[in-house]
């Protein structure tokens, strides 16, 4: 069963950092891109980062670019988002999410998701 | 950015009633489009891929259908369970994922 846990949210003000991570099980981590989406209180969704299976492609939202770094341990099953300067905006719900893939083509879809965890930023 | 307009915001019906939603591109997105399921307090969850192909243990009452910039998610008789807001998603511009801001399919 694939599973996705979230942890690493809290309170911290603007400016701040916080660093996000997210334990995988069940699927060959390595195998799959992973991505970071959050969604803030009462709102939609919004991408914010994806990486690739061996760890040497990343890319990210315009809105998180030069503030945000996705990363990976494929040793140990896990992804991280690494978060400086943070502002009011960044205020969410922070989910992991592993691509999709399906007969042997991945999609940059998203199939599993973890149960989030809450960043909150404020002063 | 490619923009994804839903509509309608929310939509009111009754269990065993055909439910249509709409997603609008604001360029072609080819078929590269998904839609998900989200209920309160959880996770989003994949309904359907490249516009028309159900995933993995989705009911056959789920359907998409589209191409371009226009498409739509059927479900063709509403359970109790599928009362949820759903979102769409495009991959055709892989750098920049987005979403669209959702529909709520409500209770009448």
Same mark, same amino acid.
């Given at each position: 069963e694939v599973q996705l846990v979230e942890s690493g949210g809290g309170v911290v003000q603007p400016g701040g950092s916080l660093r996000l991570?997210?334990?995988a099980s069940g699927f060959t981590f390595d195998d799959y891109a992973m991505h970071w989406v959050r969604q803030a209180p009462g709102k +939609? @969704?919004?991408?914010?980062?994806?990486? =690739? +299976?061996? +760890? +040497? =492609?990343?890319?990210?939202a315009d809105s998180v670019k030069g503030r945000f770094t996705i990363s990976r341990d494929?040793?140990?099953? =896990?992804?991280y988002l690494q978060m400086?300067?943070?502002?009011?905006e960044d205020t969410a719900l922070y989910y992991c999410a592993k691509g999709y893939c399906t007969n042997g083509v991945c999609l940059y879809y998203f199939d599993y998701w973890g149960q989030g965890t @809450?960043?909150?930023?404020?002063s | 950015?490619?923009? *994804? !307009?839903?509509?309608? /915001? !929310? *939509?009111? %019906?009754s269990p065993g009633e055909r439910a249509t939603l709409s997603c609008r591109a604001s360029q072609s997105v080819s078929s590269y489009l998904a839609w998900?399921?989200?209920? &309160?307090?959880? /996770?989003?969850?994949? *309904?359907?891929?490249? /516009?028309?192909?159900? #995933?993995?243990?989705? &009911? #056959?009452r789920f359907s998409g259908s589209g191409s371009g910039t226009d498409f739509t998610l059927t479900i063709s008789s509403l359970e109790p369970e599928d009362f949820a807001v759903y979102y769409c998603q495009q991959?055709?511009?892989? %750098? /920049? *994922? !987005?979403?669209g801001g959702g529909t709520k399919v409500e209770i009448k």
């Open positions: 991570s997210c334990a +939609g @969704l919004e991408w914010v980062s994806l990486i =690739s +299976g061996d +760890g +040497g =492609s990343t890319y990210y494929n040793s140990k099953n =896990s992804l400086n300067s943070l502002r009011t @809450l960043v909150t930023v404020s | 950015e490619i923009v *994804l !307009t839903q509509s309608p /915001a !929310t *939509l009111s %019906l998900y399921q989200q209920k &309160p307090g959880q /996770a989003p969850r994949l *309904l359907i891929y490249d /516009a028309s192909n159900r #995933a993995t243990g989705i &009911p #056959a991959r055709s511009n892989w %750098l /920049a *994922l !987005t979403f």
